[in-house]
């Protein structure tokens, strides 16, 4: 994986002149690469892209990430669809993206490109874009980080609107994701996507989820009033024309709720139509930007009209193109030939997942606070991660948890007080101490108030000089509630209940938690 990284920092014309003898060929040659895999390296890189399969150790040929377990659990390849052969890969990078990221109150749905000119029925031809043929994945993205996606042409389980198209229904689908990993108390979510999303009846149906939505529409057919339309002038009457708005509102209830949407149409070039839950009124707004002036050779200031809901769209609308972006600036085929289906999926999931883990580090570089000359670029961060897979040895040596709790002060003092007493925690104590009555009384406390959460790491200055995360303890709880189980397949001598790392901290009611869905049952919401 380190290799397919470094060809997306040090492009070669083909892999295996980065396998060269540096003293034959100096322009591609580097020994530290045969050095990697032994003088038989690209022997071994050429067996392992032509027996690439991703499968989990099990005895089932194929599994499914179970989102709800966190498992692997075995399928059949019809349960399993047109991509069996990388659903554990695809299910299990989709649960990380979920619960590494807690989506603010803007998002964009948009189609994200995986180029493939082989033979596959889901392979599309694309002429309108730059990557060319390919796989099509509708995709949430928020500020440029791939939150969930979900293939184009691929019927979704139990679609949530039976009388919605299949596009729709993907789209539905993810937004039911989005509620469901997203903590709970959540605002409304505002979304953004182009004509080929927008409808008045998707818009009433993402209103039902919390969802404001506002995008391009076309004439017909999706929803835009015939009053609100315009006519296309010709050149000649452009300026008689131009600048024209007109707009038309709708009333809709969902459950005590009463929202406006607005149906507008303004005349530019040509007439461009939009409809929008997002904003109570649409109008043309004066704004600035900078044109070359050629009889004084300096940029200088032009102000021009703008219909409000124009601009917020241009602002918002961009986040998946933002992936789109960074994960092609150093994409590991930008001169590769695939042959096979699965290796554009493979390099598109190992592409999302390095950018994704960048933006990440760049927001918890921002929560700290570090200076922004300290933060790695993309670039560096890549040569880092490369280095890191490469090279084995100069990763930083950790210990292994149990030790570090073993040696935890606080573990310590809660043994040395167990002893005075001269009685141990009972049963339900030993998950974190959590209780019935404590579950009870916080679920109690958060129909009342609604309760905030922070990520462990930056949560109090008293607990950053931690090593370590620790464990759900609402997993541990319900583990220890069932009778102690001992999962399928587990061959440790001493089993001691799920380890998932928290990814958020509950401030009023100090639990940790592993992803929102734990969050969500402790809460009783």
Known sequence: FGLLYRNGLWPVPDLDLMFADPRNRFTYGDMRVRDILGPNSIRRFKQFRALFHIQHPTESRFVRFNMETQQYVPATAASLGPFAKLEPLLGSLMHACMTCWVVGCTLAFDEITIGFTGRHYLAQRIKYKKEGDGFLFDSICDDGYLWCWWPRHVAVPNPPEPSASPLHNR???????????????????????????????????????????CGVARKGGRGIPAKVLQKEVTKSQLEKVKGTLKVAVRNIKVGTTMMLVLAASVYDTKPVNMLTSVHVAATLDDQMRKVWSRSRGVKEDIAFKRLNIIHDYNQHMNQVDRQDH???????????????????????????????????????????????????????FLEELCDQLCHPELRTPKQPEREMERESPARQKRKEREQESGSGSSTKEKAGKLTWARVNRARAGFDANQHTFTDPIWRGAEQTEKKHRAD??????????????????????????????????????????????????????
């Open 326 to 380: 960074l994960r092609g600036n150093y994409r590991p085929d930008t001169v590769m030939r695939c042959r096979k289906w699965w290796w554009p999926i493979f390099l598109f999931a190992m592409g999302a997942g390095a950018t994704n883990a960048y933006l990440v580090y760049r927001s918890v570089c921002a929560a700290e606070g570090i200076a922004k000359e300290k933060i790695m670029s993309h670039r560096a």
């Open 171 to 213: 789209c539905l689908y993810m937004i039911g994701l989005l509620i469901k990993y997203s903590p709970a108390g959540a605002t409304w979510w505002s979304a953004f996507f182009d004509n080929l999303f927008t409808s008045f009846a998707f818009i009433v149906w993402c209103a039902k989820r919390k969802v404001k939505c």
């Open 472 to 525: 759900c303890q609402w997993c541990k709880f319900k583990w220890i509630e069932a009778g102690r189980p001992r999962p399928e397949g587990c061959k440790a001598t001493k089993f001691e209940g799920p380890q998932n790392k928290e990814v958020m901290y509950c401030t009023r009611c100090g639990v940790h938690f592993c992803s929102a869905s734990c969050w969500n049952e402790f809460h009783g919401c």
